[in-house]
C-alpha cells in the first residue's frame, strides 16, 4: 500500500493523511475488484450461453431468491462499512484536538493571510510547530475560495460573512503548498500558499521576531515608533513619562540612573536592564514597586524593544 502511496497519492505529510488514503484505498481497490469480477462473469456467460444451433430454446428461469439476496445484501455491508468508517474519518478531521494551536486565517482575491495570537501577521506563508494540531479558523474578504492541502489531505471552503474550520498536525519540519479549490475569478489558479512548519523551538522563534506585525514603519525614527509601539502595547498604562506615579516606575529621567531592587542590591538602569525588564520583568524589581508586570516574550520583537528602549532615553 506505502509503494502505490508513493507512486500516486502526494506524501502524507499529516497525522491523519493515512487515515484518509487507507479508506481511498479500500473504496478504489474493491470497486475495480467488483469491476474486474463483474466483466469477468459476463464475458464467461456470453460464452457459455451462446446459441448454439438454430431451433434452441433457452429455459424460462424467473428468480432465484438465494442469489437475489446474496447481491443485495453483500453490497449493502460495503456500503455500509465505508459509511461507518467514513464517518468516524470525517469525525476525526472535523474535530479540532482541545489544544490545537490557532491561526486565523483571511482569503482574499487572490491570496491567503494568516495572522498569529501576538499579532504577526504573513502573507503567502503559513508558519506553524512541528507536531502540535493547528487549527485555522478562516473566513473570506470577498467571495468563496476554498483552502486545500494535498499533503495533509484537508479541504475546506473559506466564506465570505461566515467562520470556517479546518484543523492538521504535520509532525515534521518541512514545507507543503496550499492552493484554492474554489473558482474566484482571474488569478485563481495562482492563489497559492505555503504552509512551513518549523521545529517548535525554531517556531517560538520565528513568532517572537514577527511578533505585532516586525518592523518600524519607513520614515519612522526609532523612537518614534518606540513612542507608538509604547502606546498600543499599554506600557504607558503603568509607567508615566512626565513623572507622574502610577504602578510602574516613570520613565521620566530613569535611564541611566541607579534603582536599588526588592533585594537591596542596585542597578543602573541601562539598554540591558531594560531590555531584561521587558522579557523577564521579575527577575530585577525596582523596591517599592509589585513584581506585577506580564513578560512581553513572544510579544514584541527585538527590534520593537530597541526602539522602545530609544524612546525611554528620549525621555531623560
Ligand atoms: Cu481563491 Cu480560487
Not at 521620566?252 to 533585594?263: K, P, R
Request: glycine share 6%; hydrophobic share 40%; proline share 5%.
Amino acid at each position: 500500500m506505502d509503494a502505490l502511496n508513493d507512486l500516486l497519492l502526494p506524501p502524507a505529510k499529516s497525522t491523519l493523511a493515512h487515515q484518509t488514503d487507507t479508506l481511498f484505498w479500500f473504496v478504489h481497490l474493491s470497486s475495480l475488484v467488483l469491476t474486474i469480477g463483474l466483466i469477468a462473469v459476463i464475458v464467461y456467460f456470453v460464452i457459455k450461453y451462446r446459441r448454439k444451433s438454430e431451433d434452441e430454446v433457452t429455459p424460462l428461469i424467473t428468480h432465484n431468491n438465494k442469489l437475489e439476496v446474496t447481491w443485495s445484501v453483500i453490497p449493502l455491508i460495503m456500503v455500509l462499512i465505508v459509511f461507518g468508517w467514513g464517518y468516524q474519518v470525517f469525525i476525526d478531521q472535523r474535530v479540532a484536538p482541545e489544544d490545537s494551536y490557532e491561526v486565523n486565517v483571511t482569503a482574499q482575491k487572490w491570496l491567503w493571510q494568516f495572522s498569529y495570537e501576538n499579532g504577526a501577521r504573513t502573507t503567502g506563508e503559513l508558519h506553524v510547530p512541528a507536531g502540535r494540531p493547528i487549527k485555522l479558523i478562516m473566513n473570506s474578504n470577498d467571495v468563496i475560495h476554498s483552502f486545500y492541502v494535498p499533503d495533509y489531505r484537508i479541504k475546506q471552503d473559506v466564506l465570505p460573512g461566515r467562520y470556517t474550520e479546518v484543523w492538521f498536525n504535520a509532525p515534521e519540519p518541512g514545507e507543503s503548498i496550499i492552493f484554492c479549490t474554489e473558482y474566484c475569478g482571474t488569478a485563481h489558479s495562482d492563489m497559492t500558499a505555503n504552509v512551513i512548519v518549523h521545529e517548535p523551538n525554531e517556531f517560538k522563534k520565528w513568532l517572537a521576531d514577527n511578533a505585532g506585525g516586525g518592523s518600524a514603519p519607513e520614515d519612522m525614527e526609532p523612537a518614534e515608533w518606540g513612542e507608538q509601539l509604547a502606546q498600543e502595547y499599554a506600557c504607558t498604562t503603568c509607567h508615566s513619562t512626565d513623572g507622574t506615579q502610577l504602578t510602574g516606575p516613570t520613565w521620566q529621567g530613569v535611564f541611566d540612573s541607579e534603582e536599588t531592587l526588592t533585594d537591596g542590591s542596585t542597578v543602573t538602569v541601562d539598554e540591558n536592564y531594560l531590555r531584561e525588564s521587558i522579557l523577564e520583568p521579575s527577575a530585577k524589581v525596582v523596591d517599592g514597586y509589585p513584581d506585577v508586570m506580564n513578560t512581553y516574550q513572544g510579544q514584541l520583537n527585538d527590534e520593537q524593544i530597541n526602539a522602545i528602549i530609544e524612546y525611554i532615553k528620549t525621555l531623560n
